[in-house]
């Protein structure tokens, strides 16, 4: 039973924000549960319909098994900030052992989260990250510049040229992730490619016709239109479908994230030539191991990484940020070795 001292002192760091609110929940935080099994972490995707995040899921799961505890995957079944938020505040009242979510929002999520931190509950981030001062620790994907950089290239290789106006289509505008891969991605072809020009972002709200109708539209009302990135893999086979309705295959490029159960015909047929993501599964099995050491007291930075069952150790690219690894990049050939 937490005293009521340790409670007001909680509360009264909470409110101080920043990282030494942080640091102070994570000193005052109660040690973990006699036993694995009464470990619940609770698990939010971005939202729950997504191949992307039923595989996550599925490695979440995996990681749950080999550690003997319990993972509760929960979350909106759109784009929803607010109920993610709203599911947050319900573990928090349930008093779940640790919350590891993919945020729709940055900033929109962080009081729930610190909310969540002064309840003494363990708080981390997979996929997409909140504000850094509401949360430990970032099971980043892949570096943002690594993943800007790779879905330049992959355009180039696509278009054939790097020179002509492009268009992206992304999740919703507040989507962390993306912001950070659209802003590398400009500042890399700025750099190597000038004449790419970056002419519009569009979301298409993490949902496929939506995403096609975009494109659809934008193409239709710029014809000169080189290609258009795709920074959510939610939207490829939406975008391919709207540059096929239109007749304009070979014409406008598409490229970006891609689920390969999404884009396998695609890549067969032609009409897209490289898609990139990492393992959903991987993020999903790794993001547990690492919310497990948190429960455990045993995270640290400073040991340079954190230890993550087959995926061995991983490491960490600064205090509060651990690395997944390198994007994969899917193409007609290797596209069948992949089962997500």
Do not use: H
Not at 228 to 254: D, H, M, S, W, Y
């Amino acid at each position: 039973m937490r005293s009521i001292l340790l409670s007001k002192i909680l509360s009264r760091r909470i409110l101080l924000g920043g990282s030494a609110a942080w640091l102070a929940v994570t000193a005052l935080a109660p040690l973990s549960p006699a036993s694995a099994k009464d470990i619940v972490i609770g698990m939010m995707p971005k939202f729950t319909s997504d191949p992307y995040f039923v595989a996550a899921n599925k490695g979440a799961q995996e990681a749950a098994k080999e550690l003997g505890i319990t993972v509760e995957f929960n979350g909106p079944v759109d784009a929803n900030v607010a109920a993610q938020a709203d599911i947050i505040d319900r573990w928090v009242r349930r008093g779940v052992t640790a919350i590891a979510v993919s945020a729709n929002d940055p900033n929109a999520l962080a009081p729930a989260m610190r909310k969540a931190a002064a309840a003494g509950i363990k708080t981390m981030t997979w996929d997409a990250d909140v504000a850094p001062a509401a949360r430990q620790v970032f099971l980043n994907q892949s570096t943002f510049e690594g993943m800007g950089r790779t879905l330049v290239e992959m355009m180039v290789r696509s278009a054939g040229s790097p020179d002509g106006e492009f268009l992206v289509v992304t999740a919703v505008l507040t989507a962390p992730n993306q912001n950070r891969w659209i802003d590398e991605l400009k500042k890399y072809a700025a750099e190597k490619y000038p004449g790419m020009k970056i002419a519009a972002v569009l979301p298409g709200d993490e949902d496929l016709e939506k995403s096609k109708n975009v494109a659809l539209n934008y193409l239709q009302a710029n014809p000169n239109t080189k290609g258009v990135f795709c920074v959510t893999g939610i939207a490829t086979p939406g975008v391919v479908e709207a540059v096929k309705q239109l007749n304009l295959v070979g014409r406008v490029a598409v490229t970006g994230l891609g689920v390969p159960s999404l884009i396998r015909p695609y890549l067969k047929d032609g009409s897209l030539k490289e898609a990139a993501l990492w393992s959903p599964t991987d993020i999903g099995y790794g993001a547990i191991y690492i919310s497990k050491a948190q429960i455990d007291g045993t995270l640290d930075p400073k040991s340079g990484v954190v230890a993550a069952g087959r995926l061995g150790k991983l490491k960490f690219i600064s205090p509060d940020t651990v690395l997944l690894g390198d994007p994969l990049v899917f193409t007609k050939a290797n596209v069948d070795q992949f089962t997500f």
